[in-house]
C-alpha cells in the first residue's frame, strides 16, 4: 500500500506537470481579456488554484484544456462583473505590442485598445478563436451555448472589432472631432469615436474637457445683463445724475423722427429732431 505522503507527492509532481504544460494558454488568455499583467497572473493562480482542489479530490476532466478555459474565464468574468466600469485600454505586453505593422494595418496595442470596447462575452469568443485557435465546439463548451450560437456570435464580436478599430483616432483627429462636437456638427459615429479615444488618451479627454468649460463661458458672456447706467439712452434716476441728457431712440421717433450721428433727420411729417 502505498504511504499517504508518497501519494500526495505523486499527485504534487503530477499536478507541476500539468501546470507547466498550460499555464502559458491560461495566462494569455487572462491577459488578452483584461489587458493588465498583474490582473492575468492573479487570473492564472487563482485558475490553477481551484484546478488543484479539484485534481485533489480526484477529478479527471475528460477535456483537461477546456476545464482550466472554463474556470479562467469564470474568474476573468467575476472580476469583470465586479470592476466599476470596462477596463480602461491599457496596452498588451510589450513582447505581444512590438509586430508594429504599416501605419494602416492594427498593432496588438489597437486590437487590445478595440478589445476593451467590446461585450465580454464577445471579447472571449474572438480571444479563444483568433489567439487560442480553439474549435467552435470548444468556444461553445466553455461558454455553455451552442455551436450555432458561437458562430453568430463571432460574426457581431467581429462586426464590433472592425467598427472599434475603423473608429480609431489619432490625437489631430480627436482635437478637430472635439471641435466639430463644440460646435454641433460631429455625427453619431464620431461621438463614439472620441469617446473612445478619450478613454485611452487622458490628454484629449482634459482637452475636451477645457473645451466644454469654455463653450459654457462663451454661452455665460452672451447672456451678461446689461449694466444700469446702460439701460436707457438719455439715461434716468440716480445712476446718470450729472451726465448730459441726450435723447434716446424713443424720443426721436415720438417727435417724428429719428437720431442719427447727432444730426437733425427729418421726419416723415415734415418735422425733425433738433440736434443734440
Request: charged share 25%; glycine share 8%; net charge positive.
Amino acid at each position: 500500500m502505498t504511504p499517504p505522503g508518497a501519494q500526495r507527492s505523486h499527485t504534487d509532481r503530477a499536478f507541476e506537470r500539468l501546470y507547466r504544460r498550460h499555464v502559458g494558454e491560461v495566462y494569455r488568455y487572462a491577459l488578452a481579456m483584461l489587458q493588465h499583467a498583474s490582473d492575468a497572473e492573479d487570473v492564472t493562480r487563482a485558475t490553477f488554484l481551484n484546478a488543484n482542489r479539484a485534481y485533489e479530490r480526484g477529478e479527471r476532466p475528460e477535456k483537461l484544456q477546456n476545464s482550466l478555459l472554463a474556470i479562467a474565464h469564470n474568474v476573468c468574468r467575476q472580476r469583470f462583473r465586479q470592476a466599476s466600469r470596462k477596463p480602461t485600454g491599457v496596452s498588451l505586453e510589450k513582447e505581444l505590442a512590438a509586430a508594429a505593422r504599416s501605419d494602416d494595418t492594427p498593432t496588438a496595442q489597437d486590437i487590445g485598445r478595440a478589445l476593451c470596447q467590446l461585450a465580454f462575452s464577445q471579447r472571449a469568443a474572438l480571444v479563444m478563436r483568433e489567439i487560442e485557435g480553439r474549435s467552435y465546439a470548444e468556444i461553445a463548451d466553455v461558454l455553455q451555448i451552442s455551436v450555432r450560437g458561437v458562430e453568430t456570435l463571432l460574426l457581431r464580436a467581429r462586426s464590433a472589432l472592425r467598427e472599434q478599430l475603423d473608429g480609431a483616432l489619432t490625437c489631430a483627429q480627436a482635437e478637430l472631432a472635439i471641435s466639430r462636437l463644440v460646435d454641433g456638427r460631429l455625427r453619431r459615429r464620431g461621438r463614439r469615436g472620441l469617446r473612445a479615444h478619450e478613454r485611452e488618451c487622458a490628454e484629449c479627454a482634459t482637452l475636451a474637457g477645457r473645451q466644454r468649460a469654455q463653450r459654457a463661458a462663451w454661452a455665460g458672456l452672451a447672456t451678461m445683463p446689461v449694466p444700469a447706467s446702460l439701460v436707457s439712452f438719455c439715461g434716468s434716476g440716480d445712476a446718470t445724475a450729472g451726465r448730459s441728457e441726450l435723447p434716446s431712440v424713443a424720443a426721436g421717433s415720438s417727435a417724428g423722427g429719428t437720431v442719427a450721428r447727432g444730426r437733425a433727420v427729418p421726419s416723415r411729417k415734415g418735422g425733425s429732431v433738433p440736434r443734440n
